[in-house]
């Protein structure tokens, strides 16, 4: 089984990052939002799989008896919670650009290289 | 610990010092000047140390593991830099005070702390014994140079030749660096003395030839030698104060202290004395060739500055006490009548606003104590007895005939040494007595202040000569003895009897009468070649100045070609090269792990999860692609599920519901379905490089698992999690117990994000209410009952997470899911009217609620996020600080996405 979580989560992975690659900027966030489940799916082979009993403590016992390893799950769970955070923020992102150039092309969205560079003279000789 | 003190007060009293010149306009620079002269006091009082030939050393403990520590050692030669940096400095700040008068009392301010400054590091450069100590003061001299060359920054020149010399004396500081850290890595350690005294060690070892290279470099170019001369004459930008007192009297020597400490290691290899000479002899002679061509008053003298450390220069490289001798004579000859003469330019400039030294003339009538001072000093430059420029003349010739060389540095010195008879020829009597009625008015005569320096460094050239006694006694003889390494008798007269040495001075000044008496057909013969400043270094520099603006500018232009997706693609590409290229550097082959035992339902999951991820990279419009991404999150959700962590699964499925009704509101702005941004080749190249990156992240998976190895932490918790923090839910015991920091500042990261995107979306002006629309029959049944249902079960869920599933995070996440259904049935105006508050103020209490469950901990004297447990036992539930914590966690995540979801609808509905 193990194998074939690690064939899913690079699979995962993979069509996210053909998707991160696309220009469409939409395309783009749903990859990212994708890659965290992928990612997520791998760190969890991290921690093995090697029992389907939940970390927790049994009535009447004082430690934990074999069960899934709660650290990585400990991890992850605050990964799902920023991976989604992040989504969420370039989500708002995305929503502006397309308010501010009506497009979600990211070859429009080029405000800042159509400024030139910085400095394009010579510094003034006075 | 006097050298202490004595530093201390000099860095000290160059801040405070000069705020006097805030308040004080007219003799600003007398008072100020008291600074130096005390510590030119304090030194002499070291002096019966010296004069003994003895060597004082302080030290203290600055970074001992890196072999730093602040090392300082006085002996002959650190005193003699030590008595002209204060000395020359007190006169550098009286006379300054009356030539910055035209400057505002802010900048003259500025002007004397950078002076002090300059004078502070470079007391501790020739104090410094520690190498590392030494570099550091050494790349101070080099700043404040910069500093005081730029210092009137409105002037482009200024600006240039600040950067110009910048560029050239710090680059020797680099070299200087790498060679004290090579003479670290070959002694392991980084004294002065041990390097010296190790010399043939140094030069012995495969280091050796790098470590003398790198000294002769940062020597060269802070005494501006070929070919790095060309930053000194521009440094002529600098007020002349700072002008007379860095670029003449004492940094620019530094290079010729730095050599002559070194001696006995740049010999000990066999090409470092004929490469020091050789050097020299260049330097001298271009420095003689362009000081005959020079139009303007100070540049005449910067060239002859050159010149004259080209001959100190070549008075390190050859061998033989007289050369020492001579050296020592000349370096304190040279400082008292240079900065004469440049105290004198500054004065004609001051006075006549000239520069060119053609169009003055007859400014004796003006300023007859500058002529008077000018006479002194050039005489003494010309080396006319009884001026101590003579005596140090002698030495010069008498180590030249001494040493084992053959004739052409000797031949080289006598003809530079002519034209320096020429030039203290011309710079005296052209604009001072020649040409009466070129100058018919001055602005202004002669104060004190611009007077007394110059006079006082001639007369000291000619007291010396004639009483030679004490400073022969105190600073000279230890000099010398401190450089050549055993006493040396130094016989400072003016009378030796006829030798070859006086015959040698007589043609010297014969063929120096001769150029200034026809200075100026010869002038204006040599400044037609203009070749010259074509193929100059000066030239070249500038050059390569644009060429280093064009050349980061392409590369910029190729670099930052503003396409996200080649930026993307170049990341990807490169990790998965480095990985690639590792592990087959590395000669690894994967493992493989033991297939382990098949279950169809699971594997089916997993399949459907791979299968939707694939259809969302080729689903043609933004709603499929967000469909099947929400589906492969949902089935690593029930996967989560299977293998025992359901708190995993919780929160995957909470935030793949959100997810939904987030993004919904952002397609519902954008078009689902645009043309492609794509070509088909960009998409196969694309679709290569992630099945590249997949597989190569397949195989090392494959290889992570088939290691067995012990979770070490996770055991721990294991049996502690009961014991230690009365948790039967491992994984939250972990986040808001044994990680809570972590957690803390995870939430942060939430609370920030959310701050981000309320500010993103927030209207100007107030929120527009947002039309409403019909509300669907279902959500109108329903709506209302079942978001109480998700916010109780949201309380639920956070109550028990402590011992079941659940806790903060996921029951923010389904109490924010209660408010989405509330925004999709009724609209985002009712949402909000229903939550009450901002969601920001929901983030904040959370904050402010995680921060505070950490201190009662703090009160039993634990540390920060020490929680607290109390089980009243009977039916009463236990209480802890770590459900302040969880309720905290709660609120931050609710405020959170509450923030982003109200501003994405309202943002979306514009």
């Known amino acids: 089984m193990t194998a074939l979580y690690a064939f899913v989560g690079a699979g995962v992975v993979a069509a996210a990052l053909y998707m991160i690659l696309s220009r469409n900027l939409v395309r783009m966030l749903l990859g990212l939002s994708l890659l965290a489940t992928g990612v997520n799916l791998l760190l969890f082979l991290a921690g093995r799989i090697a029992s389907a009993q939940p970390p927790i403590i049994a009535d009447g016992r004082r430690a934990l008896g074999p069960s899934a390893d709660p650290l990585i799950q400990a991890l992850i769970l605050t990964a799902i919670v920023i991976g989604f955070a992040l989504t969420v923020m370039l989500a708002v992102l995305v929503l502006r650009v397309w308010r501010a150039v009506h497009s979600i092309d990211a070859r429009q969205v080029d405000t800042a290289e159509s400024l030139g560079p910085p400095r394009r003279r010579e510094p003034v000789n006075d | ?910």
């Open chain 2, 1 to 910: 610990m006097q050298m202490f003190g004595l530093l201390l007060v000099s860095l000290i009293g160059a801040c405070v010092a000069p705020l006097i010149a805030r308040v004080v306009d007219r003799g600003a620079g007398l008072l100020i000047a008291l600074l130096p002269a005390a510590l030119l006091a304090g030194f002499i009082a070291l002096a019966p140390i010296v004069e003994r030939g003895w060597v004082r050393g302080e030290g203290l403990n600055w970074a001992p593991a890196m072999g730093l520590d602040l090392t300082l050692r006085l002996d002959g030669f650190s005193f003699l830099f030590c008595l002209l940096i204060t000395g020359i400095g007190t006169l550098v700040i009286v006379y300054a005070g009356g030539y910055l008068t035209e400057k505002s009392r802010v900048e003259r301010s500025r002007f004397f702390t950078l002076i002090l400054l300059f004078m502070t590091a470079m007391l501790g450069a020739v104090l410094a014994e520690n190498l590392l100590v030494l570099v550091l003061f050494w790349e101070a001299t080099s700043i404040l140079s910069f500093l005081l060359i730029g210092f009137d920054g409105r002037s482009w020149r200024a600006r240039r030749a600040a950067l110009m010399s910048l560029q050239v004396t710090t680059f020797g500081g680099l070299a200087l660096l790498a060679a004290v850290l090579m003479i670290g890595n070959v002694l392991g350690g980084y004294s002065m003395a041990q390097a010296v005294e190790q010399a043939d060690v140094l030069a012995a070892s495969p280091w050796g030839p790098a470590i003398v290279a790198c000294i002769l470099i940062a020597a060269f170019t802070k005494s501006a030698q070929f070919p790095f001369h060309f930053w000194l004459p521009n440094a002529m930008q600098a007020p002349t104060p700072a002008s007379a007192y860095l670029h003449s009297a004492t940094m620019v020597k530094l290079g010729v202290y730095l050599l002559a400490r070194f001696e006995p290691v740049f010999a000990s290899v066999s090409w470092g004395r004929p490469t020091v000479i050789g050097i020299a002899c260049v330097t001298m002679a271009i420095a003689a060739f362009q000081a005959l061509r020079a139009e303007n008053f100070k540049s005449a003298l910067a060239y002859s500055t050159v010149a004259s450390l080209g001959i100190l220069v070549l008075l390190v490289g050859l061998d033989g006490p007289a050369a020492t001798v001579a050296m020592v004579g000349f370096l304190l000859a040279h400082a008292l009548y240079k900065a004469a003469l440049f105290f004198c330019a500054g004065s004609v400039l001051h006075a006549t606003g000239l520069q060119r030294l053609r169009a003055m003339g007859g400014l004796a009538r003006f300023l007859p104590l500058t002529a008077l001072a000018c006479v002194g000093a050039s005489l003494s430059m010309a080396g006319i007895p009884p001026f101590i420029g003579f005596i140090s003349k002698e030495f010069l010739f008498e180590a030249q005939l001494e040493s084992s060389w053959e004739l052409g540095p000797l031949a080289t010195a006598v003809m530079v040494n002519a034209v320096m008879v020429g030039v203290a020829g011309v710079v005296t009597l052209r604009p001072f007595f020649l040409g009466r009625g070129k100058v018919l008015s001055v602005r202004h005569g002669e104060t004190f202040s611009l007077v007394a320096p110059p006079l006082l460094l001639a007369l000291a050239g000619l007291v010396i000569s004639l009483e030679p006694d004490w400073i022969t006694r105190v600073a000279l003889r230890p000099a010398v003895a401190a450089v050549y390494g055993r006493a040396v008798e130094v016989d400072l007269s003016v009378w030796h009897g006829v030798t070859p040495m006086l015959l040698l001075s007589l043609t010297v000044i014969t063929i120096g009468a001769l150029v200034a008496r026809f200075w100026r057909s010869i002038h204006v013969r040599l400044s037609r070649i203009r070749r010259v400043d074509t193929y100059s270094l000066e030239r070249l520099w500038e050059r390569s100045q644009r060429g280093l603006i064009l050349g980061s500018r392409s590369l910029t232009r190729w670099l930052q070609h503003g396409d996200l997706r080649r930026y993307l693609l170049t990341v990807i590409v490169a990790v998965v090269g480095l990985i690639i290229w590792s592990v087959v550097a590395a000669g690894a082959w994967p493992r493989l792990p033991e297939l382990g035992e098949w279950r169809t339902a699971e594997a089916l999951v997993a399949l459907v999860g791979l299968g939707a991820a694939v259809a969302a990279a080729r689903a043609p419009t933004l709603l499929g692609a967000m469909i099947a991404t929400g589906l492969t999150g949902f089935a690593v959700a029930i996967t989560f599920m299977l293998n025992g962590a359901p708190d995993l699964a919780l929160t995957q499925f909470a935030v793949e519901a959100l997810i939904v009704v987030l993004l919904t509101a952002l397609l519902l702005a954008v078009p689902l379905a645009s043309p492609p941004t794509r070509t088909p080749g960009m998409r196969r190249a694309d679709a290569l490089v992630a099945l590249l990156a997949g597989g190569l992240l397949f195989v090392g998976m494959l290889d992570m698992v088939a290691i067995d190895t012990e979770f070490l932490a996770s055991s721990f918790f294991g049996r502690l999690s009961y014991e230690a923090a009365q948790g039967r839910n491992v994984v939250n015991v972990i986040l808001v117990d044994f990680r809570g920091l972590d957690t803390l500042g995870e939430t942060a990261v939430i609370a920030v994000a959310a701050i981000l995107a309320r500010s993103l979306t927030m209207q100007r002006g107030g929120d527009a209410t947002v039309a409403t629309r019909p509300v669907h029959f279902s959500f109108l049944i329903a709506g209302r009952g079942l978001s109480w249902l998700l916010l109780i079960a949201s309380l639920v869920i956070l109550w028990r997470g402590h011992d079941q599933p659940g806790g903060g995070f996921v029951g923010g996440l389904v109490g924010a899911l209660a408010f989405a259904l509330l925004s999709l049935a009724y609209g985002v105006d009712r949402a909000e009217k229903a939550l009450r508050v901002n969601p920001l103020t929901l983030v904040g209490a959370g904050l402010l609620c995680t921060l505070l469950s950490g201190l009662p901990g703090m009160a039993t004297g634990g540390a920060y996020l020490t929680h607290l447990w109390w089980e009243p036992g009977g039916w009463a539930p236990k209480l802890g600080t770590t459900m302040v914590f969880d309720l905290g966690v709660y609120l931050v995540v609710l405020g959170a996405v509450l923030a982003f979801l109200f501003g994405l609808q309202r943002e979306a509905a514009k």
